[in-house]
T-cell receptor, first 113, second 112 residues
């Protein structure tokens, strides 16, 4: 069945290293979101794309985070350099219409030592 | 104005009881209010959603009650079961806007 696929599921890295998380949205969904989940802040919207065009990345720390969608089947979220405060679960979600159900991936759990 | 405030942060309910989670919003332009359910190690999944033109929506044991004048909405889980133990998020969005604003979540634990 159709689902959002995220890789890696778990990542442990050291402070200062580059981290890249990948997402394959559901085929046909034209809007893709990146969320970050922490105990303190809950689900925070980092960035989103419609038809591969970035529409809003105001939730991202601009100096270290970047999000791209090189094609309709791949969205990436990159952190460089990573910091311990970036430790969280990062979720990708996709949707085909507004409003409508967001379909979330299972997340990428990032730990920065 | 863009916030959705959710309470309580955590909730413990006996099996068979009623679980109630509350949310409040400020922005009257919001017109779509979904609830998402998240199990450990999984992403959130849509549970039930409501528009402000109705005061209640029921799907099985799950009911959303909506109070437009008070700008509040709540999730009721009737006959709560251990399998309902999860984190629940309320959310809101406005017409034509892609963004969905989430509450901070409620961790629900149903005692067997």
């Amino acid at each position: 069945d159709a689902r959002v696929t995220q890789t890696p599921r778990h990542k442990v890295t050291e402070m200062g290293q580059e981290v890249t998380m990948r997402c394959q949205p559901i085929l046909g969904h034209n809007t893709v979101f990146w969320y970050r989940q922490t105990m303190m802040q809950g689900l925070e919207l980092l960035a989103y794309f419609r038809n591969r065009a970035p529409l809003d990345d105001s939730g991202m720390p601009k100096d270290r985070f970047s999000a791209e969608m090189p094609d309709a089947t791949l969205a990436t979220l990159k952190i460089q350099p990573s910091e311990p405060r970036d430790s969280a679960v990062y979720f990708c979600a996709s949707r085909d219409r507004v409003p409508g159900e967001l379909f979330f991936g299972e997340g990428s759990r990032l730990t920065v030592l | 104005q863009q916030q959705v405030k959710q309470s309580p942060q955590s909730l413990i309910v006996q099996k068979g009881g009623i679980s109630i989670i509350n949310c409040a919003y400020e922005n009257t332009a919001f017109d779509y209010f979904p609830w998402y359910q998240q199990f450990p190690g999984k992403g959130p999944a849509l549970l039930i959603a409501i528009r402000p033109d109705v005061s209640e929506k029921k799907e099985g044991r799950f009911t959303i009650s909506f109070n437009k004048s008070a700008k509040q909405f709540s999730l009721h889980i009737m006959d709560s079961q251990p399998g309902d133990s999860a984190t629940y998020f309320c959310a809101a969005s406005m017409g034509g806007d892609d963004k969905i604003i989430f509450g901070k979540g409620t961790r629900l634990h149903i005692l067997p």
